[in-house]
């Protein structure tokens, strides 16, 4: 479970202070798929990067499975987020020289206390065959579809076994066709037991999902 008490979020310049999230009230139980929706610049990423533990609120109490996350230093949040959270994003974040099986390995081996080469070369192998690209793993991105390359994000973001998935925009740079194969993959984790907060901008992939939170102007309506 997630729980969001309120929450918000202030960045701040020299010249200009500007208010992200304005008190957010919010529960995402276990196992649910929801979609977050708004214009640009309304908080939802935001939103998203404070539930990830990328970034700390202003003022408010973000609670994981009952856990305050608020005063863990660096390591912690580091370990705490590497056991519960899988991140995907709009953009593949791929390294355009490893393969695919490279890039889907290569963030659990400079995780502390990672199992061995072989059982990451293992999980990763069954990672990329439960996304359908079991026949691509020594391809590189760069002979993949956009499609293909968000499914190696997924298999990635699966391999430390996450509680939570985290998706910021994760069909927005797919045309329609892929879109759908992702949100197929997506639904799938979820009936698996993954929990999903996702970011879109589409209404029709947003209705896919078991509730949709809209957001305006850093609040939630």
């Known amino acids: 479970m997630v729980t969001l008490e309120n929450i918000s979020k202030t960045f701040y310049t020299s010249e200009v202070q500007t208010q992200a999230l304005d008190d957010i009230n919010l529960t995402v139980n276990k196992g649910e798929f929801i ?5 640009s610049g309304c908080g ?17 109490a973000l609670f994981i499975d009952g856990i305050l996350c608020h ?12 056991k519960k959270l899988g991140f995907i994003f709009q953009s593949f974040h791929l390294i355009p020289a490893l393969n695919v099986l490279d890039n889907v390995t290569l ?8 199992p061995s080469r072989s059982e990451i070369r293992k999980r990763a192998e069954e990672m990329l065959i439960k996304v359908d690209l079991g026949h691509r793993m020594k391809h590189f991105p760069t002979q993949l579809s956009g499609g293909q390359c968000q499914r190696v994000a997924i298999a990635r973001a699966l391999m430390g076994a996450p509680e939570i998935l985290l998706a910021d ?8 066709r892929m879109g759908i194969e992702i949100m197929d993959i997506l639904k799938q984790l979820n009936r698996e037991g993954v929990t999903i907060i996702m970011v879109t901008h589409d209404e ?15 609040r939630i309506q």
Not at 44 to 60: C, Q
Not at 107 to 114: D, F, T
């Open 169 to 176: 925009e994760p069909t927005g740079n797919l045309d329609s």
């Open 35 to 39: 979609s977050i929706m708004g214009p």
């Open 204 to 218: 029709k992939i947003a209705e896919q999902t078991g509730r949709i939170i809209r957001m305006e102007d850093g």
């Open 71 to 82: 005063g863990m230093n660096d390591k912690q949040l580091s370990q705490f987020r590497n």
């Open 107 to 114: 963030p659990m081996l400079y995780r502390s206390g990672a």
């Open 44 to 60: 939802k990423s935001t939103m998203l990067n404070i539930i990830g533990l990328l970034d700390e609120p202003t003022n408010g």
